[in-house]
């Protein structure tokens, strides 16, 4: 019961309650804008949203990238976030596709950029998701993850979701990305229990 809660809401979002919510995902505007002030977006940056949700960021991201790839495991996730970004799917600037982050349907080295926003604590494998990034970042190439710091208050604050979600502690995320290869790794604790995690190819 809890699971498909999670499911529904957040996980794998999907129904009325989920588009609604990820059609304007206020509580994460404020990771959005640390993700692009860390990221610097300029325009010939190639720039990968993972779990993008219903495609706020990649529509603000498009604001200073030609070209955009993103992709999020639930359909109806994907359909919100075309819809947002219509106009630059027709213009051939954004590819959005359904699948699993754990296997990217793209060649190495195609991104200068790349993020996950508030969707890194679903992963059950967090070492494949990063090797993936890894794999499709280009030499040089930017990683912003934005999460929830591992601490009491935001396990309180989203007890429901919690038991679902793997928070890991700053070390333990500088750990794993310089495991499967990012050279410069910081990972900070910001405010509204943000953890933002950032790392270059
Ligand atoms: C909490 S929502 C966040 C959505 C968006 N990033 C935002 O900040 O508004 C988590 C998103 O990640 C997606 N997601 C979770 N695990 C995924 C996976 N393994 N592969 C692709 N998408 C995934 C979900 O479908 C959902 O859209």
């Not at 993008?52 to 495609?55: A, D, H, M, T």
């Given at each position: 019961m809890l699971d498909r809660f999670v499911d529904m809401t957040a996980r794998r979002p999907s129904g009325w309650f989920g588009k609604k919510m990820y059609n304007n995902p206020r509580g994460h505007y404020r990771a959005f804008c640390l993700t692009l002030d860390k990221l610097?977006?300029?325009?010939d940056d190639v720039f990968l949203e993972i779990g993008?949700?219903?495609?706020v960021l990649l529509n603000m991201a498009l604001e200073s990238v030609a070209q955009a790839k993103a992709i999020d495991h639930s359909p109806d996730m994907v359909r919100i976030a075309r819809d947002r970004n219509q106009e630059a799917i027709s213009e051939g600037r954004v590819e959005i596709v359904q699948g699993n982050a754990e296997s990217l349907p793209w060649d190495d080295n195609s991104f200068t950029c790349a993020t996950a926003n508030q969707?890194?604590?679903?992963?059950?494998?967090p070492l494949i998701v990063l090797k993936e990034f890894y794999r499709v970042l280009k030499p040089g190439g930017r990683l912003v993850i934005t999460s929830t710091e591992d601490s009491i208050l935001p396990k309180l604050l989203f007890v429901l979701w919690y038991h679902s979600m793997h928070l890991y502690k700053n070390q333990e995320m500088e750990y794993m990305l310089k495991q499967v290869g990012f050279q410069t790794v910081e990972v900070k604790n910001l405010e509204r229990f943000i953890q933002l995690s950032y790392a270059e190819k």
């Open positions: 610097a977006l300029k325009p993008c949700g219903g495609g969707m890194f604590f679903f992963i059950d494998k």
